[in-house]
């Protein structure tokens, strides 16, 4: 499956605790054509945003760690609601909650393409 | 209330085990009985709650509970509530509701006894299964006031716990002792007969006619006469009806004629009869008029003139269940406490019902007999025990109960007041007759006699005078003359009498002229002589006996052998004995008497039954008879001497000397008699004593069972808790012996007194070594400054930790006072964890870290030489090393961080002292903050955009700028706690250029926003820029509700 490399049109949720951080993916994700929805930094606000659904939007890109709350009811969320997303974490695969492993992630720093070939 | 709606009410009491009889009695009752259902138990709450529908399972009937004021209707069953007590008034339930912690403990009589006073011969009491003796009071009350009686006896439906039932028929007060399946059809029977009895009593209490009846009713007292002892002939007939009727009842039998049939042949149903005739209805104080003058008027006197060493002593006859004992004891109490001495009182309390007697030495009473009597003797003289009183011990040490018939039994004595209140009315006269003289007997001279409202000493006024007409108080006379009949005489021949029948015997005209001639020749013919009884009394004197006979000296009596005359009595007594055993005449001749004058009289003594006697006592004629005349002394001698020769003079001087020697016996044995008699007496009062003092014993008796069921009772709850103790002991074992953790427990000479095995890892210890002082033990490591460890851990300086090291083996040493149940220092605990792994662990972390912080710096250097040979040399590039290397410092700061938290004027220190180093046109003010890890990146950037920026542009470009930074601790809108920081740049030439939006900038408007929560504000003022950050420093909003723990949080950081 050759990796698509445009985003154009997609609506993509940006979940992500460091101002920094946030600003290179949210600058890939628009390089590639897509439309950002937040960034959000906190889990409490992201999960409100989800549930309420004003805003819709087609992917979500979660940091696992968000000061220091894990980011796994975001993910159930957007499960519920046969949203794609995907993990971003500094973390190995061997820190992810076990239940949460076989969902897609990208490590950090960033690799554009494959931040894109996740959300594709 | 008796109205036609009329209809019995039963009252089921139960306790343990009460459900299955339930179950079997109303399986024996059948639709529309005809009564009414109350059920009182004693079971648990949870239980009762369920009981209506439990009963409702058995039966057919509506089955309620219980409310107050609720009629008690017809085929009804009401079941009581928990935590209640209920009563019966006008047919209506009334609930009395206790509290949890007060139990009742006999809520059955409780009930019984208000059922019984409200409806008397309709109520019906049945006691079921149960552990106590409730119930029982109550029976008897509803037995008193007419009702019947019922107690389970065992089947299939129990009871499972006899005692209640048991007690309840040991008074043998229960007309029926059934299985609970039989009970329904009796009570059923019951509701029919009730209505019968009216045919036999009118309303107004007299007897309607029935021609049964007159036949009856003398059969049956005098079987109850030959069986018992006892004459019914003086009851009221109307009581003696309803009595016998209730028997009836009980054994099934519907005419009278079948009773008196089966009277004849059933000597128990005898016995039943006669003890449903004695319950008497009783009560504290019956007749407040009559209680009252005889405080006033009798109690103070009997005190008078007593000292301590006195003894007051009170009989009441007839006691019952003791109600009038007490009531004259708590007299006597009050009276007691206005004197100085307090003399001792003995109150005997007899009956010949003994379960009566039972009953009032248990002195427990439900609480409506004590109606009517005042609150303070209330309180006083009895002990509140849920709904019923407990008589003081106080006054049951007065009294002395036993068995005893004030008509068979001989009396007690020197008696200072006897009461005996109503009990005269069960006797007929002729019983009366008897028991008033008996009273006069054992009362003390001016002794007093307190007798019922409706009994009198009608004819024994010679007796007793009255001291109060109204209230039935008498006082003996003591001038009273003999002749009192005590028990032991009854039966005996009055001799008044006898003679008096003959003599009035009604002459004939033939006869009369017959009768003169005999009057005179036997007044002038006829020898004297007297009429005896076979002990020598005499009963009748003829004429002329003056001759033989004289007064003795003492007090009066009509004994011949004492009034004989010298001379007369030997052969006096041998005739008398001879008579009495052979039945014939015996005749003496030449028997002297000697005169006042000391003349000498021959005479013909003659003693002889009295024919026409059957059936009495035998009497015996007793005639004098002259033989020649009356000689002197000499002559005498001479002339029974005349016709003897020397031989016979000796003979006879002989017999002068044995006789003189016989008299002089004779007197040594009439004193002994006497001797004996006075002896005997004291024998008497000696029995009596000992009667009290074996009453004494059977009170104490009772108590010490009493206080036997407490023991058992505490000692049922030792065992339960050595049962516990056991369990927590054996838990206490598994902890040692399951713990890794090495404790040893040390008593205040450092005596072990227990360890745990695992302490064997650091001393060398063995389970013998308890008791052993722990310096007596070798460690296996050093442990430096032990001892002065203990010392202060006993001096009460708390607990102290401490680490050793033991080659690789670290342990962490607690020592703890041991506080024993006084909250003091008893000891000490000394526990060795072993922290080995722990330590191991801390220093690996700490390799870690260093690792992780070389790595850290290692990989910036590398961006940076990655940079250096990417990016062209200029601006950027320098811009981008400066913010790498603000980036490096503050992942020192974070890594160097020993608990997360790092100082704020650290941060800012070390910012500034990158850019210029120190440098008096700065000042840096605010107190200690310290920040969590996850502030410090984001605000240390900030800082440092906003000191590069000083430096190229601001404050610190020019020689007169100045730069403040200034911060404090508040509270934002919500109340959380939030750091204030402002950095105030002045001294500027000009004012600074607000159009320019650098990277520095958006990192302090936005990043600080976005990732802290925070809130900034630029200001560009003429000489320089302020920028305010508002940043809050609880905990972040997700993580906690931001009101409570956000505070706790602040007041941390701040210090």
């Known amino acids: ?58 992917r979500a890109i979660l940091d696992i760690d968000l000061h220091g709350v894990k980011s796994y009811p975001l993910a159930d969320a957007l ?42 | 209330m008796t109205a036609p ?13 009460g459900i299955e009889a339930l179950e079997g009695f109303f399986t024996g009752v059948p639709e529309q009985p005809g009564l009414a259902f109350v059920i009182v138990t004693h079971l648990s709450p949870e239980r009762e709650s369920l009981l209506p529908e439990i009963v409702s399972r058995y039966t057919p009937l509506p089955v309620e509970s219980a409310t107050d004021g609720a009629a008690i209707e017809i085929d009804h069953v009401y079941v009581l509530p928990p935590d209640a007590i209920l009563n ?23 009930f019984f006894s208000s ?63 059934l299985p609970v399946h039989e009970m329904g059809a009796r009570l059923v029977e019951f509701a029919r007969s009730t209505h019968l009895l009216d045919s036999i009593i009118s309303p107004d209490g007299k007897l309607v006619e029935h021609p049964a009846l007159g036949q009856a009713i003398p059969e049956i007292y005098s079987i109850l006469r030959n069986q018992t002892g006892h004459d019914f002939g003086g009851y009221k007939d109307k009581t003696f009806l309803r009595r016998m009727h209730r028997r009836m009842q009980v054994t099934g039998l519907a005419t009278i004629e079948a009773y008196v049939e089966r009277l004849r042949q059933d000597a128990e149903e005898v016995a039943a009869l006669f003890r449903d005739l004695l319950i008497n209805v009783t009560s504290f104080f019956r007749d407040t008029e009559a209680f009252e003058t005889l405080a006033t008027l009798v109690i103070p006197t009997l005190f008078e003139g007593s000292g301590a060493d006195d003894t007051v002593r009170i009989w009441v006859p007839g006691c019952s269940t003791g109600e009038e004992v007490y009531s004259i004891a708590m007299l006597l109490r009050e009276q007691m406490d206005k004197l100085g001495a307090m003399p001792r009182v003995q109150i005997f309390a007899t009956d010949i019902d003994e379960h009566s007697l039972v009953v009032a ?48 039994d001989p009396p007690f004595s020197r008696i200072d007041l006897i009461s005996c209140r109503n009990l005269l009315i069960y006797f007929g006269l002729d019983m009366q007759g008897q028991v008033i003289p008996t009273f006069h007997y054992a009362l003390r001279p001016d002794g007093y006699l307190f007798l019922g409202s409706s009994e009198s000493i009608s004819h024994f006024a010679d007796l007793f005078e009255s001291v109060d007409k109204k209230s039935r108080i008498f006082r003996r006379r003591a001038d009273a003359g003999p002749g009192v009949h005590l028990p032991l005489m009854v039966g005996a021949v009055r001799p008044g009498k006898s003679t008096g029948t003959t003599a009035r015997r009604i002459p004939l005209s033939g006869l009369a002229l017959r009768q003169a001639v005999d009057e005179q020749v036997l007044d002038r013919f006829a020898p004297p002589h007297v009429l005896i009884s076979r002990d020598g009394d005499v009963v009748y004197y003829s004429a002329r006996t003056g001759k033989y006979l004289e007064a003795a000296a003492g007090v009066p009596n009509r004994q011949i052998l004492t009034m004989a005359r010298k001379g007369l009595r030997l052969d006096l007594r041998a005739a008398l004995r001879d008579a009495v055993e052979t039945g014939r005449a015996v005749t003496k001749d030449g028997v002297t008497v000697e005169g006042d004058d000391g003349r000498v009289q021959f005479i013909n003594l003659t003693v002889e039954p009295l024919l026409n006697q059957q059936g009495r006592d035998p009497l015996f004629l007793l005639l004098f008879i002259d033989q020649g005349p009356i000689l002197s002394r000499e002559e005498a001698l001479s002339r029974a001497h005349a016709a003897q020769d020397g031989t016979a003079l000796q003979t006879e001087r002989e017999l002068r000397d044995t006789r003189e020697r016989l008299q002089s016996m004779m007197e040594e044995y009439e004193t002994a008699l006497e001797e004996l008699k006075s002896t005997n007496e004291e024998l008497v009062s000696v029995n009596e004593e000992q009667q ?26 030792l065992t339960g808790k050595v049962e516990a103790l056991d369990r927590a002991n054996s838990d206490l074992v598994n902890l040692f012996d399951s713990t890794d953790i090495a404790t040893v427990f040390l008593d205040r000479k450092l005596v072990i007194r227990s360890f745990t095995p695992a302490m064997a890892k650091v001393f060398n210890i063995l389970p013998t070594d308890a008791g052993r002082p722990i310096t007596d033990l070798s460690s296996r490591f050093r442990l430096p400054g032990f001892a002065e460890d203990i010392a202060t851990v006993f001096a009460g300086r708390g607990p102290v930790q401490r680490r050793v090291q033991d080659g690789p083996a670290h342990f962490l040493i607690r020592l703890v006072p041991y506080r024993d149940s006084d909250r003091k220092i008893g000891g000490v605990v000394i526990t060795f964890v072993d922290v080995s792994s722990i330590t191991e662990a801390e220093s690996r972390q700490t390799v870690l870290i260093a690792e992780l912080q070389h790595r850290t710096r290692n990989l910036l250097a590398v961006v940076q030489s990655v940079a250096q040979q990417t990016l062209e040399k200029g601006e950027a590039r320098d811009a981008f090393f400066v913010r790498l290397a603000a980036l490096a410092r503050v992942q020192g700061l974070i890594s160097n961080a020993t608990d997360e938290q790092i100082e704020l004027g650290e941060i800012i220190r070390l910012e500034l002292r990158a850019h210029r180093g120190a440098d008096n046109r700065i000042s840096v003010d605010g107190p200690p903050v310290r920040l ?124």
């Not at chain 2, 008397?120 to 009702?147: M, P, Y």
């Not at chain 2, 299939?156 to 043998?172: L, R």
């Not at chain 2, 303070?376 to 003081?392: C, L, M, Q």
């Open chain 2, 932 to 1055: 969590g890890v996850e502030h410090v990146q984001t605000l240390a950037l900030a800082l440092h955009e906003l000191a590069t920026n000083a430096v190229k542009y601001g404050a610190l470009k020019e020689d007169h700028g100045r730069l403040q930074i200034s911060w404090s601790i508040g509270r934002n809108s919500e109340n959380a706690p939030v750091l204030l920081l402002e950095w105030r740049e002045s001294g500027l030439p000009q004012p600074p250029d607000s159009s320019k939006r650098g990277f520095g900038r958006t990192l302090i408007e936005q990043a600080l926003v976005f990732t802290l929560h925070a809130k900034s504000e630029f200001s560009f003022l003429a000489d320089g820029i302020v920028c305010r950050i508002e940043m809050p420093i609880g905990p972040a909003p997700d993580q906690s509700a931001p009101t409570s723990e956000g505070e706790a949080d602040g007041t941390e950081h701040v210090a």
């Open chain 1, 79 to 120: 499960a519920r609601r046969n949203i794609r997303f995907a993990f971003a974490t500094g973390y190995g695969g061997g820190a992810l909650d076990p239940a949460y492993r076989e969902f897609p992630r990208c490590e950090k720093p960033f690799n554009e393409r494959a931040l894109i070939g996740v959300l594709a």
């Open chain 1, 1 to 58: 499956m050759a990796p698509n490399t445009s985003l154009e049109g997609l609506r993509i949720l940006v979940v992500e605790d460091d101002y920094l951080v946030a600003q290179i993916v949210c600058a890939m994700l628009e390089d590639a054509g897509a439309t950002i929805v937040g960034p959000i930094g906190w889990a409490r606000e992201a999960l409100a945003f989800i549930e309420t659904g004003a805003t819709p939007f087609d």
């Open chain 2, 692 to 717: 009290s003092s074996n009453e004494e014993l059977e009170a104490s008796k009772e108590e010490l069972v009493s206080l036997n069921e407490e023991l058992h009772t505490v000692n049922a709850e």
């Open chain 2, 88 to 110: 019966c008034v006008d047919r209506h339930l009334q609930i009395h509701r206790i509290g949890h912690d007060r139990r009742e403990r006999k809520p059955i009589d409780i």
């Open chain 2, 5 to 17: 709606a009329a209809f019995p009410i039963v009252g089921l009491g139960a306790s343990a085990g």
């Open chain 2, 361 to 408: 030495r248990a002195a427990r009473y439900p609480a409506i007999l004590l109606d009517g009597m005042s609150k303070e003797r209330r309180k006083r003289f009895f002990i509140a025990d849920g709904g019923s009183y407990v008589v003081t011990k106080e006054l049951r040490e007065f009294c002395i109960f036993s068995p005893h018939s004030v008509i068979r």
């Open chain 2, 115 to 177: 059922l019984a006073a409200d409806i008397g011969e309709w109520a019906a009491g049945v006691v079921l299964s149960g552990g106590d003796s409730d119930g029982t009071l109550g029976i008897k009350a509803i037995k008193e006031h007419g009702g019947l009686t019922l107690a389970q006896v065992s089947d299939s439906f129990g009871p499972h716990h006899p005692d209640m039932p048991n007690s309840a028929i040991g008074t043998g007060l229960v007309d029926f002792a």
